[in-house]
């Protein structure tokens, strides 16, 4: 089998020039990454045709080798068609990022970032337990008082909710309604509900958002609802 | 007559591709495009088990396209496995379109291009269907194409910051991945002139053993990145989660099977032997544990899913490098019972979130009070995905134990032990999320969705009887309107303030049924677990065997030779397992009778 020299360089500058882009964090480099990566990979596989040679049609009383394989010329305009409308689908997400974020850039995952940060120490499921023989402990001689998660409200007697806080601090809290029956449980939900809001776990995706408003009316995203982050 | 079901194997690609146009007119008419979707589906499905009861006694049949002979046209292939994955896939699709048909109806609010949703979604099983009907390896590399550009489009619904951020990364890496198996293929193609498979699986072994190492190794990277095997697994857990529901459930029950497919494939046709095996050992080893590891660590449940999703393809690893009988059959076994569970405990997720607005084990609780059904639903696939005695993932597993105490080298009994601890720390995961999310009181949750806390309420108000009744729904429209207008941002529209008790509303109908569907479809596969382990055990056989897979393509002059080079599977040293000495005996012994019934059957098959 020969090989055409020239394109085998081709080939591997734009293998080597395309690998380099593809480790970039800019979206539009990637892009030209996947071009390039993908017509290398063409010029392959019409390098692994061998010699070129007639054209595939066939005549009377030609030698079988003449001709050129159309076999691999059949798959390179395949893995054309494909690369083409994978290159079409990119360049919709780049532009629909850059609309979104301003960015052109690949994101860091903030889920990713949050189990990376979570500390390893659980009050719920590894905190270490005192050990309480008596089985009739008042409530303030309880040992384990503190991880018993603030589910102590009880309406009658007005304890104390004591919640444990991943951070190790315990936060108490007093609830002023905690003598009407029945409220105490949703009223406790109030404050955390102010805390930590609704929408808010979509995280940065709010920027974004203000600032496409102000750009232009009809860029605010279709699909996108507050309560997507949930 | 068998044959002239056979021969209509390509309906299989076609029909979901033609639904697909229909479905693409008929973009402005919801409810003629569900219909359209589901009536297609259905039909594949239907071609697909009378091709698979057509398989079932004979084994491998092909069909040339056009008519062309084998080392020249398009070949479609279907063995028993191929056969067995394509009724699997059919049905899980058919489950989690209807679920997601109902899902669209309820979510109506969101918004978000639902008319694109169901043409997408046919391709996707065109591709999936071709993919495990090609008989070429280039027909192969066009099935996974058309099923990842269909996916590229699912991922990126709607096209929220969240999910173009996973779809990039997703693209990116399952294009590079493309790229290696085409590279693969030129390579292949260059260095025997062919991409039939059955007959690559004769001339490849006439090749340098070298120039076969590289083309089998980039062949498993390829492959190994779509399955997501533990060192090319990283982008699942990345960008699975964000999807839709029933998106990340069809992703997760098929998308990587289609890897495991094509792993299998490569290893049983084209490079049979055990050249990689303690390389794919490692990998298999390290997937399982680094993969639960990772789902020890998550608080979401749909990444908690997708770890473990990743920790036991590792599993199917595991049966493929033993290369014995014993091991492909569990492997498959184990492959058709993991797509059905994945798939089932995603949607059981979509189900959670739907109903208490989070999916976050952290932020839930009480879920078993609000709705027990969606406990259940739950449980039995979380238990059936740990292993647990009388389901059918303990039976794959056990088969697959089974395999590793058989082959007795030290790294066999490595992943025995791997996969015991792998199976405990599933069951640990589960019940983490299990515990978490259903049995704590809500009152522990530290900030639980406001859609959780209004669904408890109505619960209680429900139970305690009707006195409650028109305090709870005064608490309801008040609640949440406090609640929310504090958080509103300028963003959110009014509309949600006004009709806070929507908000409450359970999942629909059309979502929970299918979810039982898929449930009770994984506990059938423990019921019938006796046939079904020895259908897997004959298409193990088969695929090792490998001539009634080149005599149903090329004939049996080349099954001959592809049997000449290998020689029978006694002479290489594989294990048939008709002694039946070990494990569970009922089991054993159904095994046992199908193995003795079913050499003789291919041995005929290599005969005429």
Same mark, same amino acid.
């Given at each position: 089998?020969?090989?055409?020299?020239?394109?085998?360089?081709?080939?591997?500058?734009?293998?080597?020039?395309?690998?380099?882009?593809?480790?970039?964090?800019?979206?539009?480099?990637?892009?030209?990454?996947?071009?390039?990566?993908?017509?290398?990979?063409?010029?392959?596989?019409?390098?692994?045709? %061998?010699?070129?040679?007639?054209?595939?049609?066939?005549?009377?009383?030609?030698?079988?080798?003449?001709?050129?394989?159309?076999?691999?010329?059949?798959?390179?305009?395949?893995?054309?068609?494909?690369?083409?409308?994978?290159?079409?689908?990119?360049? %919709?997400?780049?532009?629909?990022?850059?609309?979104?974020?301003?960015? *052109?850039?690949?994101?860091?995952?903030?889920?990713?970032?949050?189990?990376?940060?979570?500390?390893?120490?659980?009050?719920?499921?590894?905190?270490?337990?005192?050990?309480?023989?008596?089985?009739?402990?008042?409530?303030?001689?309880?040992?384990?008082?503190?991880?018993?998660?603030?589910?102590?409200?009880?309406?009658?007697?007005?304890?104390?909710?004591?919640?444990?806080?991943? *951070?190790?601090?315990?936060?108490?809290?007093?609830?002023?309604?905690?003598?009407?029956?029945?409220?105490?449980?949703?009223?406790?939900?109030?404050?955390?509900?102010?805390?930590?809001?609704?929408?808010?776990?979509?995280?940065?995706?709010?920027?974004?958002?203000?600032?496409?408003?102000? %750009?232009?009316?009809?860029?605010?995203?279709?699909?996108?609802?507050?309560?997507?982050?949930? | 007559?068998?044959?002239?079901?056979?021969?209509?194997?390509?309906?299989?690609?076609?029909?979901?591709?033609?639904?697909?146009?229909?479905?693409?007119?008929?973009?402005?008419?919801?409810?003629?495009?569900?219909?359209?979707?589901?009536?297609?589906?259905?039909?594949?499905?239907?071609?697909?088990?009378?091709?698979?009861?057509?398989?079932?006694?004979?084994?491998?049949?092909?069909?040339?396209?056009?008519?062309?002979?084998?080392?020249?046209?398009?070949?479609?292939?279907?063995?028993?496995?191929?056969?067995?994955?394509?009724?699997?896939?059919?049905?899980?699709?058919?489950?989690?379109?209807?679920?997601?048909?109902?899902?669209?109806?309820?979510?109506?609010?969101?918004?978000?291009?639902?008319?694109?949703?169901?043409?997408?979604?046919?391709?996707?099983?065109?591709?999936?269907?071709?993919?495990?009907?090609?008989?070429?390896?280039?027909?192969?590399?066009?099935?996974?194409?058309?099923?990842?550009?269909?996916?590229?489009?699912?991922?990126?619904?709607?096209?929220?910051?969240?999910?173009?951020?996973?779809?990039?990364?997703?693209?990116?890496?399952?294009?590079?991945?493309? /790229?290696?198996?085409?590279?693969?293929?030129?390579?292949?193609?260059?260095?025997?002139?062919?991409?039939?498979?059955?007959?690559?699986?004769?001339?490849?072994?006439?090749?340098?053993?070298? /120039?076969?190492?590289?083309?089998?190794?980039?062949?498993?990277?390829?492959?190994?990145?779509?399955?997501?095997?533990?060192?090319?697994?990283?982008?699942?857990?990345?960008?699975?989660?964000?999807?839709?529901?029933?998106?990340?459930?069809?992703?997760?029950?098929?998308?990587?099977?289609?890897?495991?497919?094509?792993?299998?494939?490569?290893?049983?046709?084209?490079?049979?032997?055990?050249?990689?095996?303690?390389?794919?050992?490692?990998?298999?080893?390290?997937?399982?544990?680094?993969?639960?590891?990772?789902?020890?660590?998550?608080?979401?449940?749909?990444?908690?899913?997708?770890?473990?999703?990743?920790?036991?393809?590792?599993?199917?690893?595991?049966?493929?490098?033993?290369?014995?009988?014993?091991?492909?059959?569990?492997?498959?076994?184990?492959?058709?019972?993991?797509?059905?569970?994945?798939?089932?405990?995603?949607?059981?997720?979509?189900?959670?979130?739907?109903?208490?607005?989070?999916?976050?084990?952290?932020?839930?609780?009480?879920?078993?009070?609000?709705?027990?059904?969606?406990?259940?639903?739950?449980?039995?696939?979380?238990?059936?995905?740990?292993?647990?005695?009388?389901?059918?993932?303990?039976?794959?597993?056990?088969?697959? /134990?089974?395999?590793?105490?058989?082959?007795?080298?030290?790294?066999?009994?490595?992943?025995?032990?791997?996969?015991?601890?792998?199976?405990?720390?599933?069951?640990?995961?589960?019940?983490?999320?299990?515990?978490?999310?259903?049995?704590?009181?809500?009152?522990?949750?530290?900030?639980?969705?406001?859609?959780?806390?209004?669904?408890?309420?109505?619960?209680?108000?429900?139970?305690?009887?009707?006195?409650?009744?028109?305090?709870?729904?005064?608490?309801?429209?008040?609640?949440?309107?406090?609640?929310?207008?504090?958080?509103?941002?300028?963003?959110?529209?009014?509309?949600?303030?006004?009709?806070?008790?929507?908000?409450?509303?359970?999942?629909?109908?059309?979502?929970?049924?299918?979810?039982?569907?898929?449930?009770?479809?994984?506990?059938?596969?423990?019921?019938?677990?006796?046939?079904?382990?020895?259908?897997?055990?004959?298409?193990?056989?088969?695929?090792?065997?490998?001539?009634?897979?080149?005599?149903? /393509?090329?004939?049996?002059?080349?099954?001959?030779?592809?049997?000449?080079?290998?020689?029978?599977?006694?002479?290489?040293?594989?294990?048939?397992?008709?002694?039946?000495?070990?494990?569970?005996?009922?089991?054993?012994?159904?095994?046992?009778?199908?193995?003795?019934?079913?050499?003789?059957?291919?041995?005929?098959?290599?005969?005429?």
């Amino acid at each position: 089998m020969s090989v055409n020299i020239v394109l085998l360089l081709v080939m591997g500058v734009m293998y080597a020039v395309s690998i380099y882009l593809l480790l970039e964090r800019t979206l539009t480099r990637v892009l030209l990454g996947l071009v390039l990566i993908t017509n290398a990979t063409n010029l392959l596989i019409l390098t692994m045709a %061998g010699a070129p040679g007639q054209a595939p049609l066939v005549e009377d009383g030609v030698d079988p080798s003449a001709y050129t394989d159309p076999l691999p010329q059949a798959m390179t305009l395949t893995s054309i068609v494909i690369s083409f409308a994978i290159t079409a689908f990119m360049l %919709g997400m780049i532009y629909r990022s850059w609309k979104l974020g301003r960015r *052109d850039e690949v994101l860091v995952d903030t889920e990713d970032v949050k189990v990376a940060e979570q500390s390893s120490f659980d009050a719920e499921e590894d905190a270490e337990l005192l050990e309480e023989p008596s089985e009739f402990l008042e409530e303030n001689e309880d040992p384990n008082a503190d991880y018993e998660h603030a589910t102590a409200i009880n309406p009658s007697t007005g304890a104390l909710a004591v919640r444990h806080r991943a *951070d190790g601090t315990v936060k108490v809290k007093t609830d002023a309604n905690r003598h009407l029956p029945g409220s105490g449980r949703r009223s406790r939900h109030e404050p955390e509900e102010g805390e930590h809001p609704v929408g808010s776990l979509g995280h940065d995706d709010h920027l974004p958002d203000e600032d496409e408003r102000s %750009g232009s009316p009809r860029s605010r995203p279709r699909g996108r609802d507050p309560k997507d982050g949930e | 007559m068998d044959l002239d079901i056979v021969s209509l194997a390509p309906l299989a690609v076609l029909l979901p591709i033609l639904g697909a146009a229909l479905a693409f007119v008929l973009v402005r008419r919801p409810k003629a495009q569900i219909a359209t979707t589901v009536t297609t589906i259905t039909l594949t499905l239907l071609l697909e088990c009378l091709l698979l009861a057509a398989t079932w006694d004979t084994g491998a049949v092909a069909v040339f396209i056009g008519g062309w002979e084998a080392p020249w046209g398009i070949t479609m292939v279907v063995d028993r496995f191929s056969a067995l994955m394509l009724v699997v896939s059919s049905a899980i699709v058919l489950a989690v379109l209807i679920y997601a048909s109902a899902q669209g109806i309820t979510d109506q609010d969101q918004g978000g291009p639902v008319s694109i949703f169901h043409p997408t979604f046919l391709i996707l099983v065109a591709g999936v269907s071709n993919a495990f009907l090609a008989g070429d390896l280039f027909n192969l590399y066009v099935g996974f194409e058309i099923l990842l550009t269909a996916s590229y489009v699912l991922l990126t619904l709607g096209g929220t910051g969240p999910r173009v951020r996973a779809g990039v990364t997703y693209v990116v890496v399952s294009v590079i991945s493309s /790229v290696l198996f085409l590279i693969a293929i030129a390579m292949i193609y260059g260095a025997t002139g062919t991409i039939n498979m059955a007959d690559l699986a004769v001339k490849l072994a006439e090749l340098d053993p070298d /120039v076969q190492m590289v083309l089998h190794v980039m062949l498993l990277v390829g492959f190994g990145i779509k399955a997501a095997v533990f060192p090319l697994s990283f982008w699942l857990p990345d960008s699975y989660p964000t999807a839709p529901a029933p998106v990340t459930a069809v992703f997760a029950g098929l998308l990587t099977k289609v890897g495991v497919y094509a792993i299998i494939r490569t290893e049983t046709l084209l490079f049979p032997g055990d050249r990689v095996n303690s390389l794919l050992l490692w990998v298999a080893l390290l997937t399982m544990i680094v993969g639960i590891l990772g789902a020890l660590a998550q608080n979401d449940i749909k990444r908690v899913l997708s770890f473990t999703l990743v920790s036991h393809i590792g599993y199917m690893i595991f049966g493929v490098a033993m290369a014995s009988v014993l091991g492909l059959g569990a492997t498959v076994f184990y492959v058709v019972h993991h797509i059905t569970v994945q798939t089932g405990l995603f949607l059981v997720t979509g189900l959670i979130e739907q109903r208490a607005g989070s999916a976050n084990i952290d932020r839930l609780g009480g879920m078993a009070k609000i709705s027990p059904l969606i406990a259940i639903l739950f449980f039995i696939p979380a238990m059936n995905l740990g292993g647990i005695p009388p389901f059918s993932g303990f039976l794959a597993k056990i088969g697959l /134990v089974q395999a590793g105490v058989g082959a007795d080298h030290g790294m066999a009994w490595a992943l025995v032990a791997a996969s015991v601890v792998t199976s405990l720390l599933t069951l640990l995961v589960m019940v983490r999320v299990w515990t978490r999310s259903f049995w704590r009181r809500v009152e522990d949750v530290e900030h639980p969705p406001a859609k959780l806390v209004l669904a408890l309420e109505e619960t209680e108000a429900r139970r305690t009887g009707r006195d409650a009744r028109p305090v709870a729904i005064e608490t309801q429209t008040k609640t949440p309107t406090r609640a929310d207008t504090k958080v509103l941002t300028k963003t959110q529209t009014k509309t949600q303030i006004k009709t806070p008790t929507k908000i409450a509303k359970g999942p629909a109908r059309g979502m929970v049924y299918p979810t039982i569907g898929l449930v009770a479809f994984g506990l059938a596969f423990t019921v019938f677990a006796g046939p079904l382990y020895a259908f897997s055990d004959r298409a193990a056989t088969d695929m090792l065997l490998r001539t009634p897979y080149i005599d149903a /393509v090329l004939g049996p002059e080349a099954a001959a030779q592809a049997e000449q080079d290998l020689g029978g599977l006694e002479e290489r040293g594989i294990r048939v397992p008709d002694q039946g000495n070990s494990g569970p005996g009922e089991l054993d012994s159904i095994r046992g009778d199908s193995e003795g019934h079913d050499v003789g059957d291919s041995t005929e098959g290599g005969q005429p």
